[in-house]
């Protein structure tokens, strides 16, 4: 195991997006996924940003390519062995993410991390299929990665301080803010984010306004830099939908049942910007 290797399980936006600042911060990070042609994509994408920001004079062109030297696309679990600190960035499924945890327990040392960044299911309940629960704990980063601050750092039941003060050190080390939370369900962020987005959706589902006229009112009337319906495309309609779903379930609430436009785009795959058509369309995916 070595102190400057950070394995992520996930290349989607937010996986790509971790392996990003990681490898910007000095360390070596392996980015996994099912999908190579997500590793890929995840690789391009993160060459793009690194690139753009030279060219925008951000940082100096020979550090691109030490950025990307340290990144490592990995297809094998096995290599988590290395890391001190694992970053699961995959989809939001408890039995996707309950599967990663028992396979990342067999094949990583004991003092290893296991940090999920979730945006919503528990972290005790994650933790429960490992057999170091104290190592288990949420570090949810925000979208898009490289430019939002904030990193929710959510405490299990069983998660002992020093994997707490790992990880609030290695969010530091990354340039982010780290704010503790409890685990309940969707934490603060996303319990108060994602009712809003769905409202927003009811609100276009009862024919209240356009989805444009929603969005305006919510940047120009409260301040928002984006609408709650471009910003549910840039998070994933699929996404928002596990989030509401958690919520609903967790709380047995009524109030957070999901809408049922919500659930018809995530079926017929328009799941934003990612697939290129959500609420809005994009030009590419
Ligand atoms: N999108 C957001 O705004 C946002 C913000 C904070 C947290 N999150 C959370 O981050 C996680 C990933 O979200 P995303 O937006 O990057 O989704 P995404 O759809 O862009 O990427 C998910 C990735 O997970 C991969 N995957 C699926 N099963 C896997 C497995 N068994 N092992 C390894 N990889 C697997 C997929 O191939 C895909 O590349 C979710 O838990 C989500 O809730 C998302």
Sequence with gaps: ?????????????????????????????????????QIQKGMNRISDRLVKQAEKGKMPHHDVKDIYLRLSPSDSLNDAGE??????????RMDVKKDIFKRLDEKTKDKAVLASNTSSLPITELASVTKKPQNVI?????NPVPVMQLVEVIRGLETSDQTFDTVVATAEKLKK?????HDFP?????????????????????????KESID??????MNHPMGPLALADLIGLDTC?????????????DKYRPCPLLRQYVSAGRLGKKTGKGFYTYDSK
């Design 216 to 221: 305006t009112i919510m940047k120009l009337g």
């Design 1 to 37: 195991m070595r102190d400057d290797t950070i394995m992520v399980i996930g290349a989607g936006q937010m996986g790509s997006g971790i392996a990003q600042v990681c490898a910007q911060a000095g360390y070596s990070v392996y980015m996994y996924d099912v999908s190579e042609d």
């Design 83 to 92: 890391a001190f600190l694992i970053i699961e960035a995959a989809v939001e």
């Design 138 to 142: 949420g570090m949810h980063f925000m």
């Design 186 to 210: 969707g934490f603060i962020s996303n319990r108060i984010l994602m009712p809003m987005i769905n409202e927003a959706v009811f609100a276009l589902y009862e024919g209240v306004a356009e």
């Design 177 to 181: 803010v780290p704010v503790e939370v």
């Design 241 to 253: 939908l596990y989030i509401m779903e958690t919520l609903h379930k967790g709380f047995g609430d």
